[in-house]
């Protein structure tokens, strides 16, 4: 009888066919490559984006925008820059997939997701695509600083996730440099439009002329800057929770 109960208890206690053990346990938390990709090609993409600084010098960084490097001679590495840094926004999600547990973080990863989407369009559709590059923006610049905040609320309430200020500080960073793109941006059309009788021009001058205050280069830098440190600080956080439950591979449903 005994003998019995114990085969009984012994078969209750396997894994039904087709459904491995390690999909029963502790679901993973962090698939760790993923985390460590996400680092290597934020990284890239702020080294290419310097690059592309000693590439074309002719692009006043003060006043020309990031996308304006596709009017140059070396727009296949701004293509690089959007296509890398779209890969490392999705390479995050993945990695901390399984860490974000509630309903607004699980928000936020989604709307990372779509960052990642719209990082990706502007590789494809520069600025000489204005509908593309339009969506592109949008999708990018409104969906990760979103995200970063849901996403950081979300895992400060995870065991493990310790230090939060850091990651706080550069999600905030990132919501702060949309709307100081967009004064920077106003800023320079209404000097324009003063010097020239109310005329905006129609395409960049070669010099800044005298009167206007060139800022929106550098908020626009600010911003992929800002955005970029988010992503390698919560990767970075996310290799430190690795080991209390790393994962080889994600997205494992029972």
Known sequence: ???????????????????????????????????????GLAAATLALLGGLHVLSPE???????????????????LS???TVWGLSTWALAAAIWR?????????????????GVGEAMAAVFDITHDV????????GMTGL?????????????????????????????????????IATTVLMA?????????????HAPAILPAGVLGLDGWADRFLVVSYCLWQIITSLYALKVAPHGESAAPFVDA
């Open 1 to 39: 009888m005994n003998t019995l109960l114990t085969e009984a208890l012994q078969h209750r206690a396997l894994p039904p066919r087709g459904v491995a053990a390690a999909t029963l346990g502790t679901r993973p938390r962090v698939y760790v490559p993923a985390a460590r990709l996400s680092v």
């Open 59 to 77: 692009f006043d960084p003060s006043w020309r925008m990031v996308s304006e490097y596709a009017l140059g001679h070396h727009a296949f590495v």
């Open 80 to 82: 690089l820059v959007f």
């Open 99 to 115: 860490q974000v547990d509630t309903r607004a973080g699980r928000v936020g990863l989604w709307l990372l997701v779509i960052a």
């Open 132 to 139: 593309g590059h339009t969506v592109a923006g949008l999708l």
């Open 145 to 181: 600083p979103i995200g970063a905040v849901l996403i950081s609320l979300s895992l400060n309430h995870k065991a493990g996730w310790a230090g939060r200020r850091p990651r706080m500080a550069t999600a905030y960073l990132t919501c702060l440099s949309v709307p100081l793109l």
């Open 190 to 202: 209404v000097q324009f439009a003063r010097i020239n009788g109310g005329v905006l021009p129609d």
